[in-house]
Every structure is written in C-alpha cells, then in structure tokens.
C-alpha cells in the first residue's frame, strides 16, 4: 500500500534492527499505552514478532505490518488489523508510530489506506479502534479518517499497566468517504 508518506507492507526478517530501535527510541511515550515497549527492547524480541507476524499473515489470522518512510524506507511504526471475526467481517485495527515521526499525518494517513485495503481486500463490514480514554493522540487520528465514537467500554484496555476505560471507535466503509 502506497500513501504520499508512507508504504504499508509485510515485515521481512531483515526490518527486525529497524523495528527493534524504533521500539527502544519510542518506549518512554509508547509504554504506556503498549505495555511490550521498552528502552532496552532486544532485537531477537523484534525477530521474533516479525515472525509470528508473518505466520499469522500467512494463515488470515492476523495482518500485522509495518510503515516505512515512502522515499527513505525509514522504519516508522506498525499497523495491524487482528481479532478479526470472519463471520461478522469485523476487525480491530490498531497502531503505533516511532516517537520521532509523530505530528507528521503518518498515523491518519496509515489508517485511512490500511482501512480502504481491509474493506476491498478483506471484504469486512466494520472496522473498530479500541484506545485508551486517555490516549488522546489516538483518539485524534480515528477522528481525523472519520472513525465514530460509539462507547468507553470499562476496564477494556490498561494505562500503564492499570486496567482503564477504552474510547470504542468503529469505521465503516462510508466513513472513509
């Protein structure tokens, strides 16, 4: 997926140094919200998880991929759509940008793309974002690609490791209009 920032794609094993400094350079902001985050984030960690997330790709399981600079190639955060229910053609969709690229449209423009391919690609009906209360940055970007706020569902999500109400966001085809 190609935006005016950024290109969506599969991780490759090789992204694993790129995920790991992104993750280690993020980890003062971003632990809060991502509890995995950390300032001494091992790279065979980010092997690890660029490999599951591989797997999960393969099997319709989970997409989990990464964002990259579109003219440098940069690594600059991870987008995912999991839990997803074939049934009802429902997702989660969530995301992280390294701390150094944020307040530059990248997560919107992520969503917005990432979202478009889901609904053409995946065929799913319904789109939902589930972001701490607090996490007010989050909470903007699902704003910005015309996500609705449905609901704070209790003690749905943690802020710094302490269960908390989530803002329930869902997107819809029309949304993106």
């Known amino acids: 997926m190609f ?3 950024i ?3 599969p991780y490759l094993d090789s992204d694993a140094p790129a995920h790991a400094e992104a993750v280690r350079e993020s980890a003062a902001s971003g632990q809060r919200w991502l509890e995995w985050m950390t300032e001494d984030y091992p790279e065979q960690e980010s092997l690890s998880w660029l490999q599951m997330s591989q797997l999960a790709l393969a099997k319709n399981v989970a997409f989990d991929m990464g964002m990259f600079d579109r ?4 690594f600059v ?4 759509l999991n839990r997803i229910d074939w049934h009802y053609r429902v997702g989660n969709l969530g995301y992280w940008v390294r701390e150094s690229c944020t307040n530059k449209g990248i997560a919107s423009e992520a969503v917005r793309l990432f979202a478009e391919n889901a609904f053409e690609a995946y065929q799913l009906r319904r789109i939902e974002l ?14 910005k690609v015309g996500a609705q706020f449905e609901a704070l569902a209790r003690q749905r999500v943690t802020d710094n490791g302490q269960p ?5 966001y869902s997107l819809l085809p029309e949304d993106l209009s």
């Open 3 to 5: 935006g005016q920032l």
């Open 7 to 9: 290109t969506i794609r």
């Open 71 to 74: 003219y440098n190639q940069q």
């Open 77 to 80: 955060g991870g987008i995912a």
């Open 130 to 143: 589930v972001i701490a209360e607090h996490n007010l940055a989050s909470r903007r970007v699902a704003e």
């Open 164 to 168: 908390c109400y989530a803002a329930l």
